[in-house]
């Protein structure tokens, strides 16, 4: 008993199980997550290491090469980053793609425990982090008000924090921003010579007392008492009265040499929301959360804590992923119901019946439900892939309805009765759009096991078309024919067949006028089908390419970079003059500016995207919906960007987070990496380079990493007078930092909170370099040694930041990209740098964007030549062929032309989402052929002439060929067509699939056939000629 009979006689027990499917998928639905993108782990950890107050050359030797060195052989390595800023280190280590992170990260975090000796003891721990998209913040929230940002700081941390992190699906919720508190002991420098006494002694005192320690248990009639040494300061005066050292009987108390304040660290960085100082509040999502119930959890919560705050705090939205996520979503499922009405009402129109109509259409919804179950058992999300996949199967889920209906139709005309009509009709198709389902499904497998950026981003759109197309399979065999065993009439088919001969008969006959034309003009067809599919490749030089579309996100940022050596307060100054342009711009909600580096932006500071140190600054301005504005977020940054022209030893730079949202590393498309030895040269190379592609048209912002060096009191060491008193290098290069940056000592707990105590000199005592050469240490016999009597200050230049890469120092001359696809830009910047002289042991290499869709658009293009051959071996295996699959395949590169000449009309780039779209369309477009050449295949088979079986087969043919076609391109119209916010993802697919269908749907009535007349015909000869040699040598 098939599928469909059985269907037919147990009507009762599908219809069950039909409801089992549909609750299990309300079930899944609703436990199925809502993100921007797929869950994608990208191949890269970073490793973070703070070392407060260090110059970058010294952070490069004392950390970021021990580090490299370290993790230099992890397994399954690909390349390593580096970037040495002021204070801190990153390294950046990427990985083959398919590397368990876990592992790696692990393996990191023990190899640089094992090399832990070579890093100074008073840096920070490294912290490894793995780059994880599911994990990023969900909202930012820029929060001003109280007195100042310290208290604003203590009071968020203190009383929003803890309830946040008790929401279901918050990992953290982190403040940054604002002044952080901390204990200053500030020594007076005269009062420390006066006594003797050293830096070091001062923080061993401090370090010494301040402490609690266990001794163990004793135990007294049978009572266990555990001991304990309390020695922990409580308030500030214990710290004050620390005794530092007893001369003879008289004991030398810390207040003694220093005054201890209760105070800030000193400031790095400013924060301020539309011109108020400000801190920020990053809320992280759990791993699997659901990110948006997740937000909307936070800004609930934070709802409902208003009347208990402090009248003046509140809370803004500056970055609210939740929010793009349901516009974007909202979008896409909108263009998906709009895609399956026009589906259904064009078969109403074309079948002017509504039985069969609601046969087809049970597919839709019955399809779509079972599909959540596959998405939720795969642990997918609804996102942009995910829901275009539903947009673009919903128009294919009808496809076998169809052919499953006209077939029974078809038996009913017969006279057969209802139930072995809808059964004996559904099961003699079975095996057939089987293979056609399969065949498209053949085309996702490859998409399914690509790794790589690729495989990331096109796996969800695979499982979710492959999960719909299974679906509608099993509907196609089980319910369709159960509802047309009860619900269909003979009658209605005559009329169906009258209505046909009406209104169709005359598109037919032309139809077949034009085929007879064609076949007796074979060599026309064909080479002019050649012709225009060769002369549309040209049109990829007007379409160029790109990696993703430019997406519209509500966020438009900038980075002001001003002469190295701008202090905090000017360069605040000016960031603020700035951000009054973004604050004139009237589609603007909040404007956010950052001056200075904080140590929560130490990976984002060596990418580029966070400021690096006191002369940078970040304006980001966060714009009303798209609906509500006539400018996308890219036109406004065009506008901004003419306000801001060229200034020696300023450089301004508008980040594109479209493209950062969209999954892209990068934080610039056209990156030229330039590799050599000496820094300088490097430097002097790279501002030529620079220079010569600036106007280069469609390049903006055009930006070299490495800066101009920074202002540098250099202490150059005497070694033989150092060695007189018993010093060394690093004795003294710890007393320097101990007077100016200062020393934590030790950390002063109270009330659960831990504060720094930091030891340095006195500001009065740190103002000058002439202040520098008085630093004092003690000998090694215990006389006390001026900075001046064992070293020279001399001043010099330090670059600002230092990157390297797999062990190379490198300078990155970084640009925007607008008005012009990345692949028409990169070539002209080639042509330019074609004749550019570089000394030899200096190089250049492309980076950013470009070289991601490079790699991305190679790993696509193999996994399309895999699904023409999986397409080609399933439809061998069918037709027992291996001429007619060809036949079939020339459909492909018809549906290309399709493609072109759809990106040319809609004014888009042969792109990734494009690029998905041509593989789709293989498995497509190849239907309509299968079904052509397999009713030409049965009719030769009764008898008919090769010429008569074609005619027939294509006069036959030709209704439910336009049917299945029309639908899919039906349903994927609005996703073509849109303009919403995320249509730029979604349109170029939808584009490519509804032009290509379309070009090839044409094309195919009239190629397929004469391609099969033609290769029918050398077959036969050549089966003759090998006849004849045969029997002559006989």
């Known amino acids: 008993m098939t599928i469909p009979e059985f269907s037919v006689k147990r009507r009762v027990t599908i219809t069950m199980l039909m409801l089992i499917i549909v609750l299990g998928g309300v079930v899944s639905f609703f436990g199925l997550g809502l993100d921007l993108m797929p869950d994608m782990e990208f191949p890269m950890i970073s490793v973070v290491t703070r070392y407060e107050g260090v110059a970058p050359e010294d952070i490069e030797t004392l950390i970021t090469k021990p580090i490299e060195e370290a993790c230099g052989s992890l397994k399954g390595m690909k390349n390593i980053y580096s970037t040495s800023l002021e204070g801190s280190s990153v390294v950046m280590i ?16 023990e190899s640089i425990d094992m090399m832990r000796m070579m890093i100074p003891s008073d840096a920070d721990s490294s912290a490894v982090l793995k780059f994880d998209m599911s994990q990023m913040p969900v909202v930012f929230f820029g929060i001003i008000g109280l007195n100042n940002t310290m208290e604003l700081r203590e009071y968020i941390k203190d009383s929003v924090v803890p309830k946040l992190e008790r929401l279901d699906g918050v990992a953290s919720a982190m403040v940054f921003g604002g002044r952080a508190r901390e204990i200053n002991v500030l020594i007076n420098r005269f009062k420390l010579n006066a006594y003797g006494i050293s830096m070091d002694e001062i923080a061993a005192a401090l370090a010494a007392d301040n402490i609690n320690v266990s001794a163990g248990q004793l135990t007294e009639k049978y009572t266990e008492f555990f001991v304990r040494t309390l020695g922990e300061y409580k308030k500030l005066s214990d710290l004050e009265n620390t005794i530092i050292r007893k001369t003879g009987a008289v004991p030398v108390y810390l207040k003694d040499l220093a005054e201890v304040r209760d105070s800030y660290k000193e400031q790095r960085d400013i924060t301020k929301l539309n011109g108020k100082e400000a801190v920020l509040m990053m809320i992280s999502k759990q791993s699997g959360a659901n990110t948006v119930l997740t937000a ?6 934070l709802e409902e804590m208003k009347p208990t705050l402090p009248g003046d705090i509140g809370f803004f939205p500056v970055m609210d992923q939740s929010h793009i996520i349901k516009k974007i979503l909202r979008n896409t499922l909108v263009n998906a119901l ?12 074309f079948l002017r019946n509504w039985r069969p109509t609601f046969g087809i259409f049970l597919a839709i919804p019955v399809s779509i439900i079972t599909t959540f179950i596959g998405l939720y058992l795969m642990g997918y999300t609804f996102n942009i892939f995910t829901l275009a996949g539903f947009a673009l199967v919903v128009g294919m889920l009808v496809d076998n309805a169809v052919v499953v209906i006209e077939n029974i139709f078809r038996r009913l005309e017969a006279g ?10 559904a099961s003699e198709v079975g095996m057939a759009i089987t293979t056609s389902t399969l065949t498209t499904i053949a085309v996702f497998l490859p998409m399914v096991l690509s790794k790589g950026f690729a495989g990331q981003i096109s796996r969800p759109l695979a499982m979710t078309v492959c999960t719909g197309l299974l679906s509608s399979l099993l509907v196609a065999l089980t319910v369709v024919p159960m509802v047309a065993s009860v619900l269909f ?14 209104k169709f008969e005359k598109f037919k006959q032309r139809y077949i006028a034009l085929l007879t034309l064609a076949l007796k003009r074979k060599k026309l067809v064909i080479f002019s089908a050649l012709g225009v599919f060769l002369l549309s490749l040209f049109g990829l030089m007007i379409t160029g390419l790109e990696f993703m579309p430019q997406t519209d996100t509500p966020i438009v940022m900038m980075m002001a970079s001003f002469p190295v050596g701008t202090d905090l307060e000017e360069t605040g100054r000016v960031v603020e003059q700035i951000s009054e342009d973004f604050m004139n711009v009237p589609e603007k909600m909040y404007v956010l500016t950052m001056i200075g580096h904080s140590s929560y932006g130490d990976t984002d500071a060596a990418m580029g995207s966070m400021p690096a140190d006191v002369n940078e600054g970040m304006i980001m ?106 010093l060394r290098v690093a004795q003294i290069g710890r007393a320097a930092q101990a007077a100016l940056s200062g020393r934590v000592a030790t950390k002063y707990r109270a009330y659960g909170e831990e ?14 370099p002439a202040d520098i050469a008085k630093i004092t240490m003690p000998s090694q016999s215990g006389e006390t040694v001026y900075l001046k009597d064992v070293a020279q200050l001399t001043e010099g230049v330090g670059p600002l930041k230092i990157d390297r890469e797999n062990r190379l120092r490198k300078i990155t001359i970084g640009a925007n990209v607008a008005n012009r696809s990345i692949g028409q830009v990169v070539a002209d910047i080639k042509d330019r740098l074609a004749d550019f002289p570089m000394a ?52 492909i590169p018809l549906s290309i032309i399709g493609v072109i000449m759809g990106l040319i009309v809609m004014g888009m780039s042969f792109s990734v989402p494009v690029m998905m779209g041509v593989i789709i369309l293989g498995g497509i477009v190849v239907n309509n052929g299968i079904v052509l050449v397999d009713y030409i295949n049965r009719l030769r088979e009764q008898g008919l002439g090769k010429h008569d079986a074609i005619i027939q087969a294509a006069s036959a043919r030709l209704r439910p060929i336009l049917i299945t076609a029309l639908t899919t391109i039906m349903g994927v119209l609005p996703m073509a067509f849109t303009t919403s916010q995320g249509s730029e993802m979604r349109g170029p697919l939808g584009t490519a699939v509804a032009f290509g269908l379309t070009a090839s749907t044409v094309l195919t009535l009239f190629v397929v056939p004469v391609m099969y007349s033609i290769t029918d015909t050398v077959s036969e000869r050549a089966k003759r000629q090998v006849s004849k040699k045969l029997h002559g040598h006989e």
């Open 755 to 768: 504060t720094d105590v930091r030891i340095r000199f006195s500001e009065e005592d740190r103002r000058s």
């Open 621 to 726: 301005s966060r714009m009303v919906d798209l609906e509500k504005r006539k400018r996308k977020a890219f036109e406004i940054s065009d506008e901004l960007r003419k306000k801001f022209p060229p200034v020696e030893g300023v450089t301004y730079k508008f980040l594109d987070m479209g493209s950062q949202m969209s999954g892209s590393m990068s934080q610039t498309p056209v990156e030229l990496k330039l590799f050599g030895r000496d820094l300088d040269e490097m430097e002097r190379y790279a501002k030529a380079i620079a220079r010569r592609i600036s106007d280069v048209p469609g390049l903006r912002d055009v930006t070299v990493s490495l800066k101009e060096g920074k202002p540098e009191i250099q202490v150059r060491v005497d070694r033989d007078r150092a060695a007189h008193f018993g």
């Open 94 to 109: 990427e990985f083959e793609w398919g590397t368990n992170l876990d592992f790696a990260a692990q393996d990191a975090r």
């Open 296 to 301: 909307d959890r936070v800004k609930k919560a």
């Open 489 to 502: 009439k003979k009658r209605k088919k005559i009329e169906a067949a009258e209505l046909e001969k009406r």
């Open 840 to 891: 030899k042991g200096y190089f250049l290499e492309y980076g950013g964007t470009y070289k991601q869709m490079a790699e991305t658009m190679t790993d696509l293009l193999l996994a399309f030549l895999a699904a023409a051959i999986l397409i080609y071996m399933i439809m061998a295996a069918q037709f027992e062929s291996l001429t007619q699959p060809f036949v079939i395949m020339f459909s």
């Open 338 to 349: 709009v895609g399956g009405v026009l589906a259904v009402f064009f078969l109403y129109a």
């Open 416 to 425: 057969e009765e209802r139930p072995r009509a809808a059964a004996e009709g």
